[in-house]
């Protein structure tokens, strides 16, 4: 079985600067409770990771932010993740007397500068329940939400504007999903464009996986199913008609039956360590 790398694969810049970040509350802050608020990143393997170097995620899955915020106490350090955050929460965080450390990737923190720079209205496009969606809007309360899971937004809202709305898209989404809103945007406001778009981490990757070969007979994403932007680059590789599995670990790769593979495509999302992605495509090389 010959196995090709897609590249750009391992962590991005903006889950680079995250886990440095957190790794330095600590070091800087080592007798204290130091939060990671919102998973710091979508991989339940790096959250581990995080967990055996002190410090102490807390998953929006489970309860809210604001909750989370109301059960710390004064002193403690919180670590607003690479998704961005309401600013309403770190105001309440400063006042609560809690150490704020801003772990916002800078593509989220553009997105968010620009919206708030326009004078034009903004339609974002994202998806619902997402942290980096939920920040964005919290933070430009104006804007009108277009979610590509449903497909659909406050088209009574949209069509209602004073203008032309500038498009500003969530930074993992599919180029798919951006094509379908912008067509049922375009219905409404034909000259709309997008301002502001995916990140290149983001987009580099997709490309990638559109550009597969013909003759590759199987894709393994490594990344995590709560991870928007593997999850994306495992349904363009299934869109292309390949046998695509989404796998977390070594171990769940090791659980494929690949014995009747030829051309294994092997490509990683965002929040996939270099250490994961190595000792998949050692294995894959074993075989
Ligand atoms: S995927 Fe892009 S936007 Fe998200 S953290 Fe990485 S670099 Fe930043």
Same mark, same amino acid.
């Given at each position: 079985?010959?196995? +090709? +790398?897609?590249?750009?694969? %391992?962590?991005?810049?903006?889950?680079?600067?995250?886990?440095?970040?957190?790794?330095?509350?600590?070091?800087?802050?080592?007798?204290?409770?130091?939060?990671?608020?919102?998973?710091?990143?979508?991989?339940?393997?790096?959250?581990?990771?995080?967990?055996?170097?002190?410090?102490?995620?807390?998953?929006? #899955? !489970?309860?809210?932010?604001?909750?989370?915020?109301?059960?710390?106490? !004064?002193?403690?350090?919180?670590?607003?993740?690479?998704?961005?955050?309401?600013?309403?929460?770190?105001?309440?965080?400063?006042?609560?007397?809690?150490?704020?450390?801003?772990?916002?990737?800078?593509?989220?923190?553009?997105?968010?500068?620009?919206?708030?720079?326009?004078?034009?209205?903004?339609?974002?496009?994202?998806? *619902? %329940?997402?942290?980096? /969606?939920?920040?964005?809007?919290?933070?430009?309360?104006?804007?009108?939400?277009?979610?590509?899971?449903?497909?659909?937004?406050?088209?009574?809202?949209?069509?209602?504007? #004073?203008? $032309?709305?500038? +498009?500003?898209?969530? $930074?993992?989404? /599919?180029?798919?999903?951006?094509?379908?809103?912008?067509?049922?945007?375009?219905?409404?406001?034909?000259?709309?464009?997008?301002? !502001?778009? #995916?990140?290149?981490?983001? $987009?580099?990757?997709?490309?990638?996986?559109?550009?597969?070969?013909?003759?590759?007979?199987?894709? +393994?994403?490594? %990344?995590?199913?709560?991870?928007?932007?593997?999850?994306?680059?495992? *349904?363009?590789?299934?869109?292309?008609?390949? *046998?695509?599995?989404?796998?977390?670990?070594?171990?769940?790769?090791?659980?494929?039956?690949?014995?009747?593979?030829? #051309?294994?495509?092997?490509?990683?999302?965002?929040?996939? /360590?270099?250490?994961?992605?190595?000792?998949?495509?050692?294995?894959?090389?074993?075989?």
């Amino acid at each position: 079985m010959e196995v +090709i +790398i897609l590249n750009p694969h %391992g962590y991005c810049l903006g889950v680079n600067e995250a886990i440095a970040t957190a790794l330095k509350a600590k070091k800087d802050h080592p007798d204290k409770n130091v939060y990671l608020l919102g998973l710091l990143v979508h991989n339940e393997e790096t959250v581990d990771w995080l967990k055996e170097h002190g410090l102490i995620p807390l998953d929006e #899955r !489970k309860a809210g932010l604001l909750d989370y915020l109301l059960d710390m106490k !004064k002193g403690d350090v919180v670590v607003f993740s690479a998704h961005g955050h309401p600013d309403a929460y770190a105001d309440f965080a400063k006042d609560k007397g809690l150490i704020i450390v801003d772990a916002t990737c800078r593509y989220v923190k553009e997105n968010l500068d620009l919206a708030l720079s326009l004078e034009t209205p903004i339609c974002y496009v994202g998806v *619902e %329940g997402h942290l980096e /969606s939920e920040a964005f809007l919290a933070n430009c309360p104006e804007a009108v939400f277009y979610d590509v899971k449903s497909d659909t937004c406050n088209f009574l809202k949209l069509k209602g504007m #004073r203008a $032309t709305p500038t +498009i500003i898209t969530q $930074t993992t989404l /599919s180029s798919f999903e951006v094509e379908r809103a912008m067509n049922n945007i375009h219905e409404f406001f034909p000259d709309a464009k997008i301002a !502001k778009q #995916r990140c290149h981490s983001t $987009t580099l990757r997709q490309q990638a996986m559109l550009d597969l070969p013909e003759d590759v007979d199987c894709v +393994i994403v490594l %990344g995590s199913a709560r991870s928007n932007n593997s999850v994306k680059l495992a *349904e363009i590789a299934a869109s292309k008609g390949k *046998e695509t599995h989404l796998c977390l670990t070594l171990e769940d790769v090791k659980a494929l039956d690949l014995s009747k593979k030829k #051309r294994l495509a092997l490509s990683s999302g965002a929040s996939t /360590s270099n250490a994961t992605f190595d000792a998949v495509f050692k294995y894959l090389r074993s075989l």
